[in-house]
């Protein structure tokens, strides 16, 4: 009977063990380490850095199941390009995952009159639309925006979305699309228009 009870609690273990495991990324690291992200950006016609443009990396961790992964939101840093263009995003560091796993960072880099990026940053080097644009020294990459014309600044496809991060988070991404949204006419993202 002990035999049984023992064979039985084996398998119950294994299942749950790999149930966790459907998601394959959450199998890869329990320790992960996510550090900063650096680049410049700059003018897509003149070459020339942009200061000013602020970039917003969000983070969500995954909780893995037999269906699948949940995401839930976990934390969100900004940053502005300075007079060179660069920026350092810092990264979230040294996270253990246990019961869930840290899934890469989402970047927006927005700035009023110009086009926005946004994405996964690993997405950002594979993406079919942004891999002729985007250049990168190993983990550093060279971003290029492009200013939109006066036309295109009228329409709100110009403007990213709202970002998923609680405002207090993302403090200079809604000034600059409060910023934005007053050019071309609509209600600021914050409650009381600037902070």
């Known amino acids: 009977m002990k035999k049984i009870i023992l ?19 959450c199998c890869v690291r329990p320790i992960q380490y996510d550090g900063a992200y650096k680049g410049k950006v700059i003018d897509a016609d003149t070459g020339d850095p942009i200061e000013g443009v602020v970039i917003l990396g969000t ?21 502005v390009t ?40 690993e997405s950002l080097k594979a993406s079919f639309y942004y891999k002729d644009k985007i250049k990168w020294e190993g983990n550093k990459s060279t971003i290029p925006l492009r200013r939109l014309t006066s036309e295109e600044r009228r329409k709100h496809s110009s403007l990213p979305s709202r970002p998923s991060a609680p405002t207090k988070k993302m403090k200079l991404m809604t000034k600059e699309i409060d910023r934005a949204r007053r ?11 600037e902070d």
């Not at 983070?59 to 940053?79: H, L, P, R």
């Not at 050019?183 to 228009?193: D, I």
Request: aromatic letters at 14%; one cysteine or more.
């Open 7 to 25: 064979v039985i609690l084996m398998l119950v273990s294994f299942t749950i063990l790999l149930s966790g495991c459907f998601y394959p990324a």
């Open 59 to 79: 983070w969500d961790t995954v909780f893995s199941g037999v269906a699948g992964g949940v995401s839930e939101y976990y934390d969100a840093k900004e940053t």
């Open 82 to 121: 300075d007079r060179n263009g660069e920026f350092t995003l810092p990264g979230v560091g040294l996270r253990l995952n246990i019961i869930n796993k840290l899934d890469s960072v989402y970047v927006l880099m927005f700035k009023t009159g110009y086009e926005y990026v946004d994405g996964p940053w």
């Open 183 to 193: 050019e071309q006419g609509l209600e600021p993202l914050s409650e009381g228009g």
